[in-house]
């Protein structure tokens, strides 16, 4: 006799409780099902990594230049730049390895380059940084055991754009500089980001667009444009929009657009896309049904980024 029928008094129903009994059974089992599945999110998203952080690679206007270092345990020789970058803003304190761990559970080296963030900084002198943390880290190829000659780019938003001028205009420093960073490189051999902004000459019905071809209302301050002087923005904003800059050279791109973002239009990567095509250069566009600035299966389209570069970086066969 089980201890519930010992404890029950004669002529009750005791059957009646050995479902109740099969019920904790089916409990404990859905939660170690659970707990299961916690533990396979907590290992997929926190892969074990060597983390530095907070490596110098330049300064601006008295401040430091950052990057943090991620490097997964079994490295596949790649480096993926990543650049973290919201409005042009930009914050060590954002970095985690969970936002990039399908990239370190392919191998691939991460590199989060930070900049000094607007309006501070102009957003032509935070390209200017950014290009420097590539220079950096192609200088320091073989210290952190990557080849230099297959470095991938990754950002959204403001980081897409930035990422998507490095791949437009990235390419060797002056020949005479004193510093050996900025002789190197800044190119870039592939690169996969989130709604990019890529015409700064036509904003294309966005929130931020003024009507007028200005730049984009809410950071003016961010392109020196206060008060706007639309003879020298014109040119300026040409020589930022990576659309202006896309020639048969460009490397592999990826990019996914919300069809609802009202910031940054998904007209921005059509346009970006069709010039690419014409010139013969390859961008993959895909489509995020209903998606804004930002959706919450993000992390799962940062998996299809690395797949992207698994197949566009490494060397074949």
């Known amino acids: 006799m089980d201890s519930v029928s010992r404890h029950t008094p004669e002529g009750s129903a005791a059957p009646a409780a050995r479902p109740r009994g099969r019920l904790w059974l089916v409990l404990a089992a859905v939660a170690a099902v659970v707990a299961g599945c916690v533990v396979a999110a907590w290992l997929t998203f926190q892969p074990a990594c060597e983390w530095t952080r907070g490596i110098e690679y330049g300064r601006r206007h008295g401040e430091p230049l950052t990057l943090d270092v991620l490097r997964p345990r079994a490295a596949n020789g790649l480096g993926i730049v990543v650049i973290v970058s919201a409005g042009w803003r930009s914050d060590p304190d954002t970095i985690r390895p969970w936002l990039v761990a399908p990239l370190l559970r392919r191998g691939f080296t991460v590199f989060a380059v930070c900049h000094v963030s607007q309006p501070k900084a102009s957003v032509a002198e935070i390209f200017a940084d950014v290009s420097r943390g590539v220079r950096f880290v192609r200088t320091h190829a073989a210290d952190y055991r990557i ?40 190119r870039v051999q592939a690169a996969a980001v989130f709604f990019p902004v890529t015409d700064l000459t036509n904003l294309g019905g966005s929130v931020e667009d003024p009507g007028d071809g200005g730049p984009p209302i809410h950071y003016r301050a961010a392109f020196r444009q206060e008060p706007v002087d639309m003879a020298a923005w014109r040119p300026q904003a040409r020589e930022l929009s990576p659309i202006h800059h896309v020639t048969a050279e460009l490397p592999p791109v990826l990019i996914h657009h919300g069809d609802r973002d009202t910031l940054v239009t998904l007209d921005q990567s059509v346009r970006f896309r069709d010039r690419a095509r014409e010139a013969g250069a390859e961008v993959t566009l895909v489509t995020v049904a209903d998606g804004g600035h930002g959706w919450l299966t993000m992390p799962l389209d940062v998996m299809q980024f690395a797949a992207f570069f698994d197949r566009v970086l490494r060397p074949q066969p």
């Open 147 to 186: 080849d230099p000659d297959r470095i991938g780019v990754g950002g959204g938003s403001a980081g897409g754009h930035l990422a998507l001028l490095l791949a437009t205009r990235g390419g060797p420093g002056p020949a005479d500089a004193v510093d050996p960073v900025d002789r190197a490189s800044s």
